[in-house]
Structure formats: C-alpha cells, structure tokens
C-alpha cells in the first residue's frame, strides 16, 4: 500500500493495529497464566516484555504515513476550523474576492473569446481582409478602399499567391411566397468566399460554379436561424423555391449554427453572378477576402497582388471614352490585413482598458485583505509567539499563514465563477451592439484556468504580507511582545498605512480615468447632431426591386405615395425619405464631384460624400436649412438641375452658406451641371465623436445617366423618416406596414406590389445610441471599477483608523485624563487619515498623469491631463476619506478615561 492511499485508511490501520497489540499481549499473558501465574501477574509480565505500547505503535504509524501531506492536510483542518470560528472575517474576505476574482474572470472571457481566440473557420490565421489604401481618392479612402468586381476578377485570375479569394457585400431583400412578406438580411458572395471560410454547409451543398454563371439556374442558402425561423427546420427546405426581389431561388443548402459571413449575420446567401463581359474599373462596395497558400506570408500575398493594379486598369474601363489609368491619382496598394484584425476593429483598445481597470480593482482588493489579514495576524501574535517558543520554525509559521491565505484565495474563486457568469451577462447585455463575434463569449477551460491562477495569485499576494513581516521576524515573536498593556506596534502600523496608500493611489487613477470617460460623455452629449429629438424619429426601409416593378417612374409614384399615406397617420407631423439616415452605418456614398470655376489633378473633382432626399427630409429630421430652399415635389418631376450642400460645403468652397446660393456642380465631365438651391447645417453622419462631413444632397429623381434625352431614374430602396410623438410604439409599426401593402389598392399597381415587405423599422434614437455605445460602455466599466476602487479604499482608511483606535484604547485614556480635548483627539485620528490619503494622491495622481495617455482614442472635447478631473478627484477623495475617519475618531472622543484604564 502506497503512502497516499494510506491516507483514506489511515482511522482504520491504526484500529487494527491497537487490536493486534492488545491480542499479542492477552496470548502471551494466557500463556504465561497457564504455567501457573496468576492472571493479574501475568498480563503485567506480558506487557513488560513487549515493551512500550505507545512507542511501538507510533513507529509503526510512522511507517504508513506521509509526513508532508498528513501535515498540510492538518493545516488545512485547522485553517477550515479557524475560519468557520470567525464568520464575520471569513465573509468580509470572501465577498471581497469574490467580485475582484469574478469581476476579472468576466473581462477576461470577453477578451479572449473576442481578441485572443482564433476566428471560427479552419485555419483561420491564412484568411486575409483584402483592403487597399487609396490615399488620393480623398475621403472614400480614408478607412481602406473596398473592391470593385473588375478588380476581383483579375486578382482571382492572376494572382499566385491564394488558394482561393472572393468578394461579398450585404444588403437587404424582399422575401415572398412563405409566409408573410419579409425583408431579410442578405449577403451576395462570388465563387471563393465560402471556399476562403472553408466552413462546408449543415447540409445540402454549397454554390457551385453553375449558380455564379448569370444566365444558370438561381439558387440560394439559407442562414441556420433563418431556416429554424421559417422553414421550423424542416431538412425538406432544400430543394424548395423562395422568391427572393421577385426572382423564385431554389434553396440549395443550409450553413450550420453560428457560422457568420465574416463578421455579419445574415438570413440568406445570394451567388453575386458577375458577368466579366458587363464589368467596369469602378463599383467599389465590396468586401474581399481571400485564403494564403500553405507557407504563403501576408507580405508575399501584398506583393503579389501590387503588380496586378495596373493589369486591372490595363483590362477594364469606365465606358466609351475614359481614362483607363484614371485611378493612378488614387495611388491605391495593397494593404491585406489579417481578417481577425478587421473583425476586431478598434474594440481592442477598449476592452484592454477595461481589463487593465478591473485588474487595478483586484489589487485594491487585494490589499484590503491584506491588511485584514495583518489585523487578524496581530490578534494571533500570542499564538504565533507560543508556537514560536515551542519550536515553531520561520517555515512552519509561513506554511500556516500562507495555507490559510491560499483557503481563502481558492474558495473566493470558486464563488468568483457564479460572480463572472453574472457579470458576463451584464457585460454582453451593456455591451456595444457592434461588440464582435458577441456569440461566441462564454465561460470555458480557458476562464477556469485564469479564475485559478488569479486565486491562487492573489492568496500568495495578499498572504505574503503577514507572513513577510510575522514569519521572517521569528525572534520577534516572544510572550513578552504581546503584552495586552502595549499601544500598537509603530511596524505594524507601518505596513497597514502602506497598503492604504497604495489603495488610495490606485483608487485615484481609476476615478480619473471614469471622470475623463464622464467628461467625455456629456461632451459628446453636447455635440449639436444637426437633427431633432432623434426619439421622435421614426425609420423604416423599402426595397422595390426592378424585377418587381420595372418602371421608375412606377417605383417613384409608390413611394411618393408611401409617404403620403405614411404623413396620414394620426401623430405623425411629416414623412420624407432618403437613401441613407445619419449613423446608419452607411458609408459608400463617395463620388467626384466638380465646382465650376475650379482646376483639378486629373480633370475631375475629389471625392464627396452625398446623400439623396426627398422634399421635406430636412424639416422632418429638424435639420435647419441656413441658406436658400428645400427641394420642391415640381423640381424632382420636371428633373430640374438642383442640389443642396452642407453648411462646411459651401465654407470649403465659396466662404459662406449664402456665397453658395446660385454656383454649380457637377458629377461627371459627361453631366449636367447642377444648382445649388440651399445650404443645410453639418450633420454628424458618422457619429457625435467624428467631425461632421462636408456633404452634397442629390434630389431622389434624377436623370438617368448617359441618357439622351434625359429619362427620369431614382432610389430602389429607401428609408422613410417620420416625425412622430409615437415613434417606437407596436401600434405605430402597424400602422406603417399597412401605409406600405396600401399603395397596391391607391396606384392599381399589379397585386405582387402589395407583397412589399417593411424592414429596419426602429427610431432614430436607436442609432444615436449605438453611434455613443462604444463610449458608454467603457464609461459604465471605468464608473463600476473606480466606485469599487473607491469604496473598498475607504473601508481599508475606515480600518485602519477603527483598528488604530481599538489598539491605542489605553494611550488615548492617558491622553484625555491628562487634559488632552476631544476635538483634538478627534482631530488627531483624522488627520491621520488626510495625511495617508494625500500621499496615496500624490502617487496616484503620477502614475494617473503617466497612464491617461493611453485613452487619448477614447476621449472627446477633453484632453487626458484635464485639469478640471486632476483636481477634483482629490478633493472627493479627501472629503471622503475625512468621512470614513470620523465615525473612529468620534469613538475614540468618547472614550471614559476611567473606564479605558481599568479595562486595561
């Protein structure tokens, strides 16, 4: 039997043994009986000669144990036994861990499930974002130059460096013939996108070159969620006819549960079905992806494809009579990029601030321990000497501490795991809606590995303080140290003040960075947007595919007539509609646009971000209109040549709003020039914390392009916008839907037209939320760590100063029998705790100063060395600290002299 066995029978070994003895014994004295002893002779003469019972039966217990294990298991008994005897502490330390453990474990889930895991597909480190960097087209290259289906086609012809590459972009459609009309998600992907992602289908096959051939049979996949949503789940949807935009799809396949189209979801997949013989060197919209050969680095795969820019413009052109080497202003370059770093985007930088926080808040935590653990350490002192002067060694003593530090640790862990689940829920709830790869957070192998190291962690941590300053100063350890007379020792009090003011610091710098993230907040709250009350914006979208309604002169009366109809409705002050609505998300509006009278490199104009609108848009969505007009119902039927330009516009252009009544632009060489009729206030269409565009507002009827005579073209989808005071109500959305499937009865239109389905409905409230969400994220995290810093700071100021008290009961009965003043004695207790807090300040705010550089991305309208946050909070700070002191000086004011004396 092995040592570590014997541990589980040790109870029953040792029972066993006894009984041997006593039988060896009994049969030696029988015997001894039967030559004629008498009995009570003869057990003495038995045992002399067997010799010393207790000794014997040590050694052999000394043979079946495990002198290291049986010992720690001993401690741990004792710790158990020792902690249940002090509830009070035991779940002051506990509750402490807990959050620090649980609040740390929750953060760190999100950071690896989001920044550290590798994405879904298999091996998903050789899947790359194809982006480009096109300096020179102005602002449509700013944040990265998406492909045009020219450029796909050649970089999937020439290049030697993929295994596979496509493109893919999403929009909405309209689905019909089941159940009721719907307007899904739906991503169009070429061949190579779901070869690049490499994830094969639930079932059912993928796209083949046959479903991307533009004259082949129309298929289409659907999405897991969308498939259990409409079809129940039912495996006989494949092989079924949908009608997707007014084209009947045969369902082909279903990708499996979680999978997402990059960093999308999406209800269906429509084959792209690009035509090579019908392509130009434009339309740029589409995202690339493609997947490295094996041994293939991301530098070879820039190289390779670098050369082939010029071959794409060699192939291609714009239409009869263009610059086939136009785009070489742009100077566009690869620039591919690891599709992990795309789909994380800029959310890293927030979630490792919000990591670095709540870590802060482990330490404070910890040395809140600390010094409880130092407390309950000194009331042990009698103990600890005892075990000292009984020959006790420095390790014995550590052991002990540490074990009991490590108990603690451990079982705040454990309680730490139900603390993270709950957190996790409350970070994936008040999380940024756009938070990526959002499905795949939850606790795993990964979070219980970090909850025990950071619990074993911080039981060495926290622990190692007493033991430090108790175990390593054994000859400090004698009876006469502990003499109950004594004032507390001026070490021990050194080592507790230090802890504070390290609690104090770290404190600090959390509540500077939550105030700059407050700061930040109402800054961008005071941000004017350039529209009203976004509460009482209502939205929703219409899609009116050709294959539907061919006409567009038959599209723009339907949705003049969803306007009117949606203007009709009791509560509702005004409809418009527009292709795009501040903060949507839209950003692949960019054309070059030319002001008479100016010179350009290359002939044409930069590019511009615009927007097309209806008349009455800007009054519904509150935008002032500073110059000239709005656009009429008159000047979009007769296609007059007008436009409207934002307020920066007309100053980057001609000085002022009202210099700009009356010049004219133009999109192309080919083009009419158009009039400026009026001049609109900036609106911040990216989100309150990106500077408001120069913009340009196209009339939603148009001329059609290259057209002689000029023939009437216009919007397929749009967003409707109506100013209501019952925006985002269920009976307003009824109400909507029914404005819209109305027009078939008002127009007489052909019955399909009643099948339009409603989509993206929501206010615009909804939006302005989630342009502010990366922002207020981070802000409730820096408020939830600096409350907790700060709270847990002012329980250590609040110990220490009761524990001073308790500990210095004799010396403040001295005191105030000599004369000394209560006020004054109050004071003194205070004092102490103003003069830890403003050294704790004094060091926080350094390390604050040096640290708040790093949120330079995350502020708005303030500066990370903010004097205004620098200095106040210091003053909160010291006023709470002056407020957790008081109520121990208070009590040690009315101490009776007499009575502290006697006590004594």
Known sequence: MTPFSSLFSRRRRYHDLAVSIQEHIAERADELEEQGMPRAQAEQQARREFGNVALIQQHSREAWQWPV??????????????LLKSPGFTLTVLLTLAIGIGANTAVFTVVDSVLLKPLPYPDSDRIISLSLDAPGAGGLGTGGLDLSPSMYLTFARHNHAFQSLGIWTPRTANITGVAQPEQVQMEGISDGVLQTLAVPPAFGRWFTPADQDPNGAKSVMLGYGYWQRRFGGDRTAIGRAINVDGETRTIVGVMPRGFRMVDQEFDILVPLALDPTNQKLGGFGYNGIGRLKPGVTLQQGDADIAPLINVWMDSWSNGPHTYQHYYDIWRITPNFRPLKQLVIGNVGSVLWLVMSTVGLVMLVACTNVANLL???AESRHQELAVRSALGAGRARIARELLVE???LGLVGGAVAMGVAYAGLRLLVAIGPAELPRLNEIGLDGSSLLFTLALSVFSGLLFGSIPVFKYARAGASLKLGASSRTASEG????????LLVVAQVAMALVLMVCSLLMIRTFAALRSVEPGFADPSHIELLSVWIPDLLVADPHEVARMQYQIEQNLAAIPGVSSAAFAADVPMDGNDANWDQISVEGKEYDGGEGPLQLYNYVSPGYFRTMGTRIVAGRDFTWDDLNNLSPMLIVSESFASENWGSAAAAIGKRLRQYKSSPWQQVIGVVEDVHVHGLDQKAPAMVYWPTMFPARFSKP???????FV???????RAGTQGLLALMQQSVWSINSSLALAPATSNLPVGSTGTLQQLYTLSMARTSFTLVMLAIAGSMAMALSLIGIYGVISYSVSQRTREIGIRLALGAQKGLMRWMFVRSALVLTAVGTAIGTLAAAALVRLMKTLLFGVSPLDPLTFATVPVILALAAAVASFLPASRAAAVNPADALRSE
């Open 719 to 725: 967003t409707f916008v109506m100013h209501t005071s």
């Open 69 to 82: 294990v049986e010992s720690v298991l001993s401690d741990l008994k004792f710790t158990f036994r020792r």
């Open 490 to 497: 001026r070490v021990f009090r050194r080592s507790r003040n």
């Open 710 to 716: 000029p023939q009437m073209d216009g919007l397929r």
């Open 405 to 407: 530090s490590l108990v």
């Open 374 to 376: 130092l407390v309950r």
